[in-house]
């Protein structure tokens, strides 16, 4: 927290667990407003006993979702553990833009950082999209590259684009890989659009929506990333299927019409027959 704010505003100890609760810290850079929020660190759960302890990361939790960036701080010594992969679940789960950073990375050795970026490829791969960043907090090594990942994944989570962009966007992934087909008829993928923001949602409206597969969907959410260059951000899409407005009727448009195509005939046969009638 000092090293991005470039002065000592946080008083720092050696010995883990003095952090109780979170600091908010209001402050510009380069004419920009951010809200640091400084929160107690997360230690693995079979080391949490301490009601005080627990209160902490209760308090961790709530600045997680106060966030719209989050920055999960992992200690490089320790490796990467499942306490790790649980808070960032979390934070994706809350819809939180995410960055990562490996901290004190200055101190290993060239052994232990080989085994950390092979846990990086292994343990980090269901997040392909979130920028991962080695630094030092204590020497101040790549800490100043965490400010355009955090600008990055902040625009991406609020990103805004028209209707008729992303329904082209959509057209141009279906035509390169079209749908599947559910009992013969094959899925239709009619329009898109914006329906939220951080984290971004796309709401894609057709027919038989409902069966498309789950692959189907991360391809698509694949292609918006791609286009659109989302970095660090959750997104959801969400799918609307058009309800047919003649479901729950007896007679479908076409019976409805041959009805009145019929009708219309009679009515026509009885005013000539009246006619040919001649008068006594």
């Not at 200690?75 to 809350?94: C, F, R, S, T, W």
């Not at 939180?96 to 791969?125: C, H, P």
């Not at 100043?144 to 992934?173: C, H, W």
């Not at 292609?223 to 729950?248: H, M, S, W």
Request: hydrophobic content about 35%; overall charge positive.
């Amino acid at each position: 927290m000092n090293r991005l704010l470039g002065e000592d505003r946080v008083v720092v100890f050696d010995m883990p667990g003095t952090t109780r609760d979170s600091i908010y810290i209001p402050y510009q850079r380069e004419g920009r407003d951010y809200v640091l929020i400084d929160t107690a660190g997360v230690r693995r759960r079979g080391k949490i006993d301490e009601k005080v302890e627990k209160f902490s990361v209760i308090k961790t939790l709530q600045a997680i979702e106060d966030s719209n960036v989050t920055v999960i701080v992992i200690d490089a010594h320790e490796g990467i553990v499942d306490q790790d992969l649980h808070m960032i679940g979390y934070a994706l789960d809350a819809g939180r833009a995410l960055v990562v950073a490996i901290n004190k990375w200055d101190g290993l050795t060239q052994d232990q950082r080989d085994y950390i970026k092979l846990e990086m490829d292994r343990r980090f791969s269901f997040i392909p999209y979130v920028k991962i960043h080695l630094i030092s907090a204590l020497h101040g090594t790549g800490v100043g590259n965490l400010y355009p990942s955090i600008l990055r994944a902040y625009k991406s989570s609020m990103f805004e684009v028209s209707t008729n962009r992303l329904t082209q966007i959509l057209q141009d992934a279906v035509t390169a890989n079209p749908p599947p087909t559910v009992a013969g008829r094959r899925i239709k993928l009619r329009y898109a659009h914006i329906g939220g923001h951080n984290p971004p949602v796309i709401v894609i409206h057709g027919n038989q929506t409902s069966a498309l597969p789950k692959s189907y969907q991360r391809y698509l959410e694949n292609q918006f990333r791609q286009v659109f260059k989302l970095e660090g951000t959750p997104l959801n899409v969400i799918l609307k299927q058009n309800d047919n407005p003649y479901a729950n009727k007896s007679d479908t448009p076409t019976k409805a019409k041959a009805q009145q195509l019929r009708q219309r005939e009679r009515n026509r046969s009885q005013k000539f027959t009246t006619k040919d009638k001649k008068p006594r």
